[in-house]
């Protein structure tokens, strides 16, 4: 017999002997006289037998709980595993072709001569916007769910200083632009070439954005 099924036996004899001394106390005179030791005595046992069952029936359920958080936690690393970002730190496939683009010009050479003023990269860098995101330690939330930027290179320095994992995605219209793996108690950084618009930022891991973990990017 379980520990659970001893707890409410015990719990039901203890009810039904309340009733019955009760319903006793009031009909027999002089109740319960000389057997108030034996009363005394049948309460004790079953309230410790009680209190004894409870507390062995919660160490089972906590065990329990505990193992299917385990099984969980494994299942969310299997899941993560199958996944990944190939292009950590940008918007996936651009920037690629634009660096090999690049790379055959700079092979053939100069077409014609650079225009007077400000190079390509250091308008980039005028326009680059650099922004801090962290996660919260001991909740499933950012510490900021609004971000604004510049239009050009937009630049998150991502900081989770707590043992589960997070990381940042970067999406619009449901078209994911850059992310990375998602890492605990450390920092990581993305990257992406974006337009004058709204984005969304989220954690992928596994029900953190449903639980809150996103926020508005507003770039101008």
């Not at 030791?37 to 029936?57: C, H, M, N, R, S």
């Not at 014609?112 to 003023?117: A, I, L, Y």
């Amino acid at each position: 017999m379980s520990n659970e099924t001893l707890f409410y036996v015990c719990g039901v004899v203890l009810a039904v002997s309340a009733l019955v001394v009760t319903f006793a106390g009031l009909k027999v005179k002089g109740f319960p006289g000389r057997a108030f030791p034996l009363v005394i005595i049948w309460f004790a046992v079953f309230v410790v037998g009680a209190t004894t069952f409870a507390v062995k029936y919660s160490a089972e359920e906590q065990e329990a709980r505990a193992a299917e958080l385990e099984e969980a936690g494994e299942a969310i690393e299997e899941e993560e595993g199958t996944g990944g970002f190939q292009n950590e730190g940008g918007a996936q496939g651009g920037e690629t072709e634009e660096g090999e683009k690049e790379a055959e010009e700079g092979e053939e050479g100069p077409k014609e001569e650079e225009p007077v003023g400000p190079t390509s990269e250091e308008k980039q860098q005028e326009a680059s916007t650099t922004l801090d995101l962290a996660a919260d330690p001991t909740a499933i939330a950012f510490d900021k769910t609004e971000l604004t930027a510049k239009a050009g290179e937009v630049t998150i320095d991502f900081s989770n200083p707590a043992a589960l994992e997070h990381n940042v995605v970067i999406e619009k219209d449901g078209k994911e632009l850059a992310g990375f793996e998602p890492i605990t108690e450390g920092e990581e950084s993305l990257s992406a070439d974006l337009e004058a618009g709204a984005y969304t930022y989220f954690c992928s891991v596994p029900g953190h954005e449903e639980a809150g973990m996103k926020g508005t990017l507003t770039v101008e």
